[in-house]
């Protein structure tokens, strides 16, 4: 449905134009998104030099498609990040590079091919009937914080699908109970990551950051070593758990250890959770603001879903649904920017940028700029049905990234958002709560400074 929209979805407001080094820290450390300038949204590249390092981000959609497809190797992950996530992703594989990156995508990614969503979706169907079972209690009319409820829900779907598990399992719900301390906890970057200090030095890390990262990491190990015993016994189901544990590299013959596997395990929490649960909470706050777009995802799940059966072809059949989501990606991309490094000298747009220079490639802009998208602040999930919309997904659209390190699960991703959010609003009617406005931050992932705030009622016919 294109077309002028009536009102705007939450933006954050852009910094000066110029400001001191020590004030971009300072709001740098309060919000990513909020410490960036407005011509970031019309810009193909920017430099940033500080005493430390210099930084260039790129929304040229050319200059994206060296870094990430045509030379991924000469460009990789850059330490900034891996410096402040160490204490409770280890060696996953969302920080390692090269060789060793490679081997563990040998490992991890036929635990996510096609064929395994189709048998993952039972687990995920039934995450979807408890998120709606447990949201009764709450659809009274009173404000509900909505990013609580859908973080259990992407917990449950993690633990469901990895670990064939639900989320009120003991261990199951420490690991989720410690999350949210360390979610609250942890910066997107360890301020002392952004120094170049000698390898040798430690980097500082909270007290509770490292507490929380340790015990997530002990629990999580504790699972690991019980599936290791379930393999070995012959009794262990077969979930993404079982599948990567039992997968040898096709190179090396080798499959991941305990240790390893807690350091992927890790990541696939804060992956397919935390994103997960970003991306369903703005979607859903999307839907109360345009109620046209609920009604229509919500009419069309009351007439493709019987809650009786969990039938994967339903996903093709949730249009609308996927369209919403995929706008909310568009508007919200859980992960807003991601950091590379130049392993050698390189020419950008005409500028010589040197070895050793942090490339930003920022979704939060590439997704909102002014000369990529038509009206790239509104919400208007019919644009992909444009030719600009048509354009923009295969230039300007990487919430997984993009090339041989685009997210494994975003196939996953593309499943389970659309489906929890259908199966919610097809029991629920959502609204949102007057002087509660959303306002986008970037801890983590995206998310609102104050929570999301909505009412929850029930919706007629809904709930058989």
Not at 47 to 52: G, I
């Amino acid at each position: 449905m294109s077309g002028a929209c009536p009102h705007l979805p939450p933006k954050p407001p852009a910094r000066p134009a110029r400001v001191s080094l020590r004030r971009y820290i300072k709001l740098f450390r309060a919000d990513i998104l909020s410490a960036q300038p407005a011509r970031l949204y019309r810009a193909w590249m920017a430099e940033f030099r500080t005493p430390f390092f210099t930084s260039y981000l790129c929304n040229d959609p050319e200059l994206v498609k060296t870094v990430l497809k045509d030379r991924p190797d000469d460009f990789p992950k850059s330490d900034r990040v891996r410096e402040g996530l160490a204490p409770l992703l280890g060696n996953s594989v969302f920080v390692t590079n090269g060789e060793t990156w490679k081997r563990q995508r040998r490992i991890i990614d036929p635990a996510f091919e096609g064929g395994r969503l189709r048998d993952t979706f039972p687990a995920m169907w039934a995450a979807g009937q408890s998120a709606v079972a447990r949201l009764a209690a709450r659809a009274d009319g009173q404000p509900v914080e909505i990013e609580a409820e859908t973080s259990h829900a992407a917990a449950d779907v993690i633990f469901r699908t990895l670990f064939s598990i639900p989320i009120e399992n003991e261990v199951a719900a420490g690991v989720f109970r410690e999350f949210k301390a360390h979610q609250h906890a942890q910066p997107v970057l360890n301020l002392w990551a952004l120094i170049p200090l000698p390898k040798w030095l430690p980097r500082l890390h909270r007290g509770e950051i490292k507490r929380t990262a340790r015990e997530i990491r002990a629990l999580i190990t504790r699972l690991t070593a019980e599936r290791m015993a379930e393999i070995e016994a012959g009794t262990a189901p077969d979930d993404l758990a079982t599948k990567i544990m039992t997968t040898a590299d096709p190179v090396t013959g080798a499959t991941f250890d305990t240790a390893e596997m807690v350091d992927q395990v890790a990541i696939f929490f804060l992956a397919g959770h935390e994103t997960s649960a970003s991306a369903l909470a703005w979607a859903l706050y999307l839907a109360a603001m345009f109620p046209d777009w609920q009604e229509r995802v919500a009419d069309e799940a009351l007439r493709e879903i019987d809650p009786e059966r969990a039938e994967f072809a339903v996903v093709k059949r949730l249009a609308n649904a996927r369209d919403v989501f995929r706008e909310t990606l568009r508007l919200y991309p859980p992960v807003p920017m991601m950091v590379r490094e130049t392993t050698c000298p390189e020419q950008f747009r005409g500028r010589a940028v040197a070895k050793g220079a942090q490339v930003v490639l920022s979704p939060w802009h590439q997704h909102r700029h002014e000369r990529l998208w038509e009206r790239p602040d509104e919400f208007d999930p019919g644009r992909f049905a444009t030719e600009n919309g048509k354009a923009g997904l295969r230039n300007a659209y990487m919430p997984f990234s993009a090339g041989p390190r685009v997210c494994t699960g975003a196939g996953f991703a593309m499943v389970e958002g659309p489906l929890l959010l259908a199966m919610i609003l097809r029991a629920y009617r959502v609204e949102l709560v007057e002087g509660r406005p959303a306002m986008p931050v970037a801890h983590l992932t995206v998310r609102a400074k104050d929570g999301i705030w909505l009412r929850i009622r029930p919706r007629a016919g809904g709930g058989d």
